[in-house]
């Protein structure tokens, strides 16, 4: 069945650090990929997404570009700051007319440090 | 910006006990959604439901778990004799369009079972 494994966590960083959380995925068909970031205390929001093979999100200095040969959605950011802090969760819809259900890695927790 | 509300932000039951976890959609939205999030685990998808009715669940939604969308307004998801394992973090989810995108993601609703 379809999966999603990350990266462990937690990662601890510096402010102004280069981050990178790695997401790789086992899917039948063409899944549409999230990445949703979970604030402390709060809901998950979509922080981006890419559709297809080649694809690129990219939303607030964060970035992600969908890898169809390495089967891989990997996080970045150039600089992360203290307000970066929260758990990333990687997720992938399997868009073959489904029902739209969304499934999730075991998310990553991002600390970052002044 | 268009909320998706949930209701109460936490409930602390009896074991045995029926709970029912409230959420109010946008209101333009079609495709509604249950994950569970247990503590420091992975976001799990429960059920999907579309025109009345469930369109898709997971293994762990079974007979205890049932879902209503009682006045076009709510959807809720009732757990009729809850167990200490059903202790999570339960998020309500809205979407416009099937295939995994767009997806709205409420607060949560905390259900501590004791």
């Known amino acids: 069945g379809n999966s999603v494994t990350q990266m462990e966590g937690p990662v601890t960083l510096s402010e102004e650090a280069f981050l990178t959380i790695n997401c790789t995925y086992t899917a039948t068909g063409y899944p549409s990929l999230f990445w949703y970031v979970q604030y402390p205390g709060e809901g998950l929001q979509l922080l981006l997404k890419?559709?297809?093979?080649?694809d690129k999100g990219s939303n607030k200095g964060f970035e992600a570009t969908y890898r169809k040969e390495t089967t891989s959605f990997h996080l970045e950011k150039g600089s992360v700051q203290v307000s970066d802090s929260a758990v990333y969760f990687c997720a992938l819809s399997d868009g073959s007319g489904n029902t739209g259900k969304l499934i999730f890695g075991q998310g990553t927790t991002l600390q970052v440090k002044p | 910006e268009p909320e998706v509300t949930q209701t109460p932000s936490h409930q602390v039951t009896q074991m045995g006990q029926e709970v029912i976890l409230r959420c109010v959609p946008i209101?333009?939205?079609?495709?509604f959604y249950w994950y569970r999030q247990i503590l420091g685990q992975k976001v799990e998808f429960l059920v999907s439901f579309y025109n009345n009715e469930i369109s898709e669940k997971s293994e762990i939604f079974d007979d205890q778990f049932s879902v209503e969308r009682p006045d076009g307004s709510n959807f809720t998801l009732k757990i009729r004799s809850t167990k200490l394992e059903d202790s999570a973090m339960y998020f309500c989810?809205?979407?416009?369009?099937?295939?995994?995108?767009?997806?709205?993601f409420g607060s949560g609703t905390r259900l501590t079972v004791v």
């Open positions: 989810a809205s979407s416009e369009v099937q295939g995994g995108y767009g997806y709205t």
């Open positions: 209101s333009n939205h079609l495709y």
């Open positions: 890419a559709t297809k093979a080649d």
